[in-house]
């Protein structure tokens, strides 16, 4: 076996290392030492606790890169949860205001100040003539009254000429006694003869 001789970087004893050896400890001082360049003979000491004291640094970086994961994947959850709350109180809303409009006035207001409709849509309103339903209707205060002329071929022989052919109150039939925003878009629709 052959052997090569070195000086130990610690504490300059001399030293005979087996050839092919990468590591050795100095038999005088303890110290680790690396065999850095055969060739050249030259030997470091291994400084263990800087070896250490980067192992640990490494775990607290890790440690570090964990928690900041941890965190990201938490607040990506609560992220979610927030838009998910967003969306839902959206949509909430959205259906109330839905509700709200059905009849053009809230169910509150409604009991409050809102004007009760004489009429329903059915056939006893039919024998008024549409000018007098307007009238009254105005009177009671409402606003947005609209009158249109349904033409049919047998109103002079009925004697249907003015009565009433359909009233609707925001696209529905209207309910007697119900309460209704004064705004509300009240269309009337009368017979007219189209045979001349
Ligand atoms: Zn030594």
Do not use: W
Not at 7 to 22: F, H, K, V, Y
Not at 91 to 102: H, V
Not at 136 to 162: D, Q
Request: charged residues 25%.
């Amino acid at each position: 076996m052959k052997f090569i001789n070195a000086q130990c970087p610690s504490c300059n004893a001399s030293l005979s290392i087996e050839e092919g050896r990468t590591t050795a400890f100095c038999t005088y001082c303890g110290t680790k030492v690396i065999l850095y360049n055969e060739n050249e003979k030259v030997f470091r000491s291994v400084d263990e606790a800087a070896i250490k004291k980067a192992e640990v640094q490494k775990e607290i970086e890790i440690e570090k890169i964990k928690n900041q994961e941890k965190e990201n994947k938490r607040n990506f959850i609560f992220g979610i949860l927030y838009i998910g709350l967003f969306i839902f109180i959206i949509l909430i809303l959205g259906i109330g205001a839905c509700f709200e409009s059905f009849d053009g006035f809230g169910e509150n207001q409604s009991h409050i100040d809102g004007i009760a409709m004489p009429y329903s849509d059915n056939a006893v309103e039919r024998v008024k003539d549409y000018s007098e339903v307007v009238d009254e209707l105005t009177e009671l205060g409402f606003t947005n009254i609209e009158t249109y002329p349904h033409a049919s071929p047998t109103v002079k022989i009925m004697g249907l000429e003015n009565k009433i052919y359909s009233i609707k109150i925001n696209s529905k039939a209207p309910k007697a006694g119900k309460k209704y925003d004064p705004k509300s878009s009240i269309v009337i629709e009368y017979f007219i003869s189209n045979m001349f």
